[in-house]
């Protein structure tokens, strides 16, 4: 039985309707209820159910066969996994945002060291640090709208699939820095010990939703 962790939240219902589209039906109320672990109704897949920041970890240490998060989450983790398919589900947008008028710089120009408040610390000074903007990273868990608001920072970092947070609070985009979708992925060591198995699921994928594998 192979093992997918499944992320909880905007990408949960998308991912187990692929894979019951392919026959891995489970049931209702166990999807509906507490349990973070279970299986297909025929006993092929085992499902497991965790935070999207946690999928790449236990797919990374084997804990999983596979795993289904967003690319936003895997630009942060940097994990070390096996990256076949883009599912092209669950767009979304990484953005820097702010209050109307926030400059980030005048010409090539930093306008000073910005403060910058988000739940992707690695991927944030990254960004900055590649442009030679200095940067002070506030890492935030949640309501990540508010730190501009509030004086907290002076932009942020953040997923944005329609932008009506932003506007709701006062923010406008001030730039794209990716685009994200959900991603399979696959521990090393299980696509070559298990690489039949993997390999056929990941042909139903493709030939269901008419993809090729990514590079």
């Not at 060591?189 to 198995?197: C, I, T």
């Amino acid at each position: 039985m192979l093992t997918v962790a499944i992320a909880k939240g905007r990408l949960f219902d998308p991912s187990l309707e692929l894979f019951s589209k392919l026959g891995y039906r489970t049931r209702v109320r166990e999807t509906e209820s507490r349990k973070l672990v279970i299986s297909d109704r025929r006993g092929n897949l085992r499902f497991l159910f965790v935070k999207p920041a946690d999928v790449p970890v236990y797919v990374e240490y084997g804990v999983a066969d596979l795993g289904i998060v967003g690319r936003d989450v895997l630009w942060e983790a940097d994990p070390d996994v096996h990256q076949p398919l883009d599912l092209k589900f669950g767009y979304c947008r990484i953005v820097v945002a702010g209050l109307k008028g926030t400059v980030i710089q005048n010409g090539r120009e930093p306008v000073s060291t910005l403060r910058v408040a988000t739940k992707y610390p690695r991927l944030a000074a990254e960004y900055f640090t590649g442009r030679g903007i200095p940067v002070e990273i506030i890492t935030l868990s949640g309501s990540i709208e508010l730190a501009p608001t509030l004086g907290l920072s002076d932009c942020i970092i953040d997923l944005v699939q329609t932008g009506r947070t932003l506007q709701e609070n006062g923010l406008t985009v001030l730039e794209v820095i990716g685009e994200s979708t959900a991603r399979l992925i696959v521990n090393r060591a299980s696509y070559q010990l298990r690489r039949r198995e993997i390999s056929d699921l990941l042909d139903q994928i493709e030939r269901r939703m008419g993809k090729k594998k990514t590079p």
